[in-house]
């Protein structure tokens, strides 16, 4: 196997056509179709399934895409070692984000990070947050970011920041919005210690008992999902039965139902950004009574040494949650 062979394969893949990825490398077909059977025979597996529309990578061809991409980043990066020398920190860093986070972290991250250590190369993989977790401990991730786990057998965790969920969807008839409080004189989440910031924005939303929220029709994901098993804890303190009107894993159609008037929804305030844009019965509110608020760890494998590359990237990182949170973009408590 050598570096050639997998840009071939990474070219084929993306391209999802033999055909197409020959063009592109300006190769022969038969000669492009020859090398990814001799990857595969090095390899032991078969690496798409092909059919009359183009190839699909199989569960082992998406295991070496990932792989492979970064083997060729490493490989680039060593490439520009031996050609300069070394101009501040350099090599590779996988971070592990839960994906309702990816959006509002994961740009001002990578864009500090591309002009304050260019040489460093970050991949990001977002996903479920018990996937994110899963993904730390089968050591796929360097750098994880977890959600409500303060505590993990085989990682290091350390506080990063804690946000407040909310309640939110239209309510054309004002039936919901009647059920609203005025702001209180101060945010309940700001209350507790730590460094307070971004409650400004956060003290000045309505507030909405957990009761009364529970009794309107709600979008939910199923109970293996974290915001919906808060909101289960929350239900379960209290006495309250949750009025669930639709219950789908998928986001995109959760947020698909609740943007069209399906019903309302929790979200946590890193979310608020992806909501659909404010109309006169858009509504969002905290909740209180309980306050359902969700914490995140910054993790890394306990017994490995964090080396120069990772310490800038968390480093990074910390200060990008924390403009976030200062600034106000980000309702939450670092």
């Known amino acids: 196997m050598d570096l050639r062979a997998l840009r071939y394969f990474i070219a084929v893949l993306e391209a999802g056509s033999l055909s197409r990825a020959a063009g592109t490398l300006y190769i022969a077909q038969p000669a492009l179709t020859a090398q990814i059977k001799k990857l595969e025979g090095e390899l032991g597996a078969r690496l798409f399934e092909r059919s009359h529309a183009g190839v699909t990578p199989t569960p082992a061809g998406q295991q070496l895409y990932e792989d492979a991409r970064r ?19 350099e090599g590779s860093v996988t971070i592990a984000v839960p994906f309702l986070l990816s959006s509002l972290i994961m740009g001002p991250l990578l864009a500090h990070l591309k002009e304050s250590h260019p040489r460093i190369r970050v991949f990001v993989l977002d996903d479920l947050s018990l996937m994110v977790k899963k993904a730390m401990l089968d050591r796929r991730a360097d750098i994880g970011i977890l959600v409500d786990a303060a505590q993990v057998e085989g990682l290091h965790c350390r506080p990063l920041v804690r946000e407040a969920m909310y309640f939110c969807g239209h309510d054309p008839g004002g039936a919901v919005r009647a059920l609203l409080r005025k702001p209180p004189g101060a945010n309940a989440i700001a209350a507790t210690t730590g460094t307070v910031a971004g409650a400004a924005a956060a003290t000045a939303r309505p507030t909405i008992d957990f009761a009364d929220a529970a009794a309107q029709p709600l979008v939910l994901q199923s109970r293996r999902y974290s915001i919906r ?14 009025n ?25 305030a890193c ?8 109309g006169p019965d ?19 494998t306990a017994d490995r040494e964090v080396d120069g590359v990772m310490q800038v990237v968390m480093e990074a990182l910390i200060a990008v949650v924390l403009e976030l949170v200062v600034s106000g973009k980000w309702e939450a408590v670092v």
Do not use: K
């Not at 608020?272 to 404010?278: E, H, M, S, V």
């Open 71 to 89: 083997l060729l980043s490493d490989a680039a990066a060593m490439r520009e070692r031996i050609q300069r020398l070394p101009q501040g920190p």
């Open 282 to 300: 858009w509504m969002v509110a905290r909740v209180v009574n309980p306050e359902l608020t969700r914490s995140y760890t910054l993790a890394t």
């Open 271 to 278: 979310a608020l950004g992806d909501a659909p844009a404010a």
């Open 244 to 268: 669930i009107a639709h219950e789908h894993d998928s986001a995109r159609v959760i947020r698909s139902l609740y943007a069209c008037g399906g019903g309302f929804t929790f979200t946590p």
């Open 229 to 242: 098993q808060r909101v289960e804890e929350a239900a379960a303190a209290r006495g309250v039965a949750l």
